[in-house]
């Protein structure tokens, strides 16, 4: 069965304590991987897609990286406005759009 | 800006009522999805289209319907069938082989 795991599932981090949050999977034929921010009562907004095992992305604080079977999203010197639910997904090929499977999110506190 | 806007943002549903969530956006995307989201899980499939006029079922689609009359618009319909409707609904759009573009949701409370 198709899945993506988030661990760990809350967070909570000092202003300035790097740490990292995992997203494992298992998928038949990984098409891709993508890393997506949400604020409370808000949608999720588009942070990264990794397509190959290897690949790393950078964002300001945020860096991704993807191996064959996990994705680390890696929070460097944190401020308290990197507070989120940051959520990862793989696609399903669905008629050649994506279908994609979500985890649960991992739930992040940053305190000053 | 090019977007996805969906409304309302809250809505109050009473037992046995029908309730219609709205989703727009103007990126002139082909596929269109909708997704619940309940707290400690993952987002849920219920519904999707690709082209106008045709739409495929979710993971979740009992208890829900929805239309695709205008490639624009995606409204999703949480009829009296869905016995537990209480969730954050999201609307979603992409292009062929991307990921999606969310709307900023609606939060669904049965009174």
């Known amino acids: 069965e198709d899945q993506v795991t988030q661990s760990p599932e809350a967070l909570r981090l000092q202003e300035g304590e790097s740490s990292s949050l995992n997203c494992s999977y298992t998928v038949s034929g990984l098409r891709g991987l993508f890393w997506y921010r949400q604020d409370p009562g808000k949608g999720p907004e588009f942070l990264f897609t990794?397509?190959?095992a290897g690949e790393e992305k950078e964002k300001e604080r945020l860096k991704a990286t993807l191996t064959k079977k996990e994705s680390f999203l890696h929070i460097t010197a944190p401020k308290p406005e990197d507070s989120a639910t940051y959520l990862c997904?793989?696609?399903?090929?669905?008629?050649?759009?994506?279908?994609?499977?979500f985890g649960a999110g991992t739930r992040l506190a940053v305190h000053p | 800006d090019g977007g996805i806007t969906q409304s309302p943002k809250y809505l109050f549903r009473k037992e046995g009522q029908n309730v219609t969530l709205s989703c727009e956006q103007n990126?002139?995307?082909?596929?269109m999805y909708w997704y619940r989201q309940d707290p400690g899980q993952g987002l849920r499939l219920i519904y999707y289209?690709?082209?106008?006029?045709?739409?495929q079922k979710g993971d979740i689609a009992e208890g829900y319907s929805v239309s695709r009359e205008k490639k624009e618009s995606f409204p999703l319909t949480v009829t009296s069938a869905q016995k537990n409707p209480t969730a954050f609904y999201l609307c979603a759009s992409s292009d062929r082989g991307y990921g999606y573009t969310f709307g900023s949701g609606t939060r669904l409370t049965v009174v």
């Open positions: 289209s690709q082209i106008v006029n045709d739409f």
């Open positions: 990794l397509y190959s």
């Open positions: 990126l002139n995307h082909d596929a």
């Open positions: 997904a793989v696609p399903l090929d669905l008629r050649g759009y994506n279908k994609l499977i």
